[in-house]
């Protein structure tokens, strides 16, 4: 039984930017670079079926590229910070795509996602740290901006049930349109030279799903 989540990944220039980020906080777990990603919707345990047909709903998805940016750090938590995260900046084209994917997910009979849309990047898990220590870190980074990049697919991820991040297996991606007018983003932390292009999980039982005999 998969446990999945749709999410975009991130660029290996901004992988960089954010490994740069690591260490100086005693107790941190740290997500490995090649983890990062950003969830747009968790799906969590299904049946290979269930997988098959979130998979076959996610192939007809017809959406703009557009840009994410990252600004800044935070820690979700509160006074009992358990997580560190790379804001990511908010916009109408990332929630649309978040909100498509959250009604896929509720016309195939799974439950609401009762939690807000917040984008980020986890870098670090920080449960039990305390929660000065944990401002100490953020007030040192607070002028973090990781610039911006262009989002050219969304991914399906697999995961196993675990504590931390990863490992995740990219189950299917699909392509988003390019602009006609032959926008780009500038910016140099597009997603052309990452992993080769994949066939999608249509109509059929993909091997990754497959339970062992």
């Known amino acids: 039984m998969p446990r999945l989540f749709t999410g975009l990944e991130i660029p290996e220039s901004l992988g960089l930017s954010l490994s740069f980020l690591r260490g100086g906080l005693p107790g941190a777990k740290w997500i490995d670079v090649e983890n990062h990603h950003i969830t747009l919707r968790f799906i969590g345990d299904v049946d290979e079926r269930t997988a098959d047909?979130?998979?076959?709903?996610?192939?007809?998805?017809?959406?703009?590229?557009?840009?994410v940016r990252i600004e800044g750090v935070m820690a979700f938590g509160g006074r009992q910070p358990h997580s560190l995260v790379a804001k990511v900046?908010?916009?109408?084209?990332?929630?649309?795509?978040?909100?498509?994917?959250?009604?896929?997910?509720?016309?195939?009979?799974?439950?609401?996602?009762?939690?807000?849309?917040?984008?980020?990047?986890?870098?670090?898990?920080?449960?039990?740290?305390?929660?000065?220590?944990?401002?100490?870190?953020?007030a040192l980074r607070g002028g973090f901006s990781g610039g911006a990049f262009e989002v050219e697919r969304f991914v399906?991820?697999?995961?196993?049930?675990?504590?931390?991040?990863?490992?995740?297996?990219?189950?299917?991606?699909?392509?988003?349109?390019?602009?006609?007018?032959?926008r780009t983003s500038g910016f140099g932390f597009g997603l052309s030279q990452r992993v080769p292009r994949v066939a999608p999980i249509v109509g059929r039982l993909h091997p990754r799903f497959a339970t062992s005999g």
């Open 53 to 67: 047909e979130i998979a076959e709903e996610l192939s007809r998805v017809k959406r703009r590229r557009f840009e």
């Open 89 to 138: 900046a908010p916009s109408a084209a990332l929630s649309e795509l978040q909100s498509e994917h959250e009604r896929i997910c509720q016309r195939l009979g799974l439950p609401a996602e009762p939690r807000r849309f917040t984008p980020h990047v986890t870098i670090a898990r920080c449960k039990g740290v305390a929660h000065e220590a944990v401002a100490e870190w953020l």
């Open 156 to 182: 399906l991820y697999s995961s196993k049930a675990s504590r931390g991040g990863g490992p995740y297996v990219i189950e299917g991606e699909w392509g988003l349109e390019a602009d006609p007018r032959g």
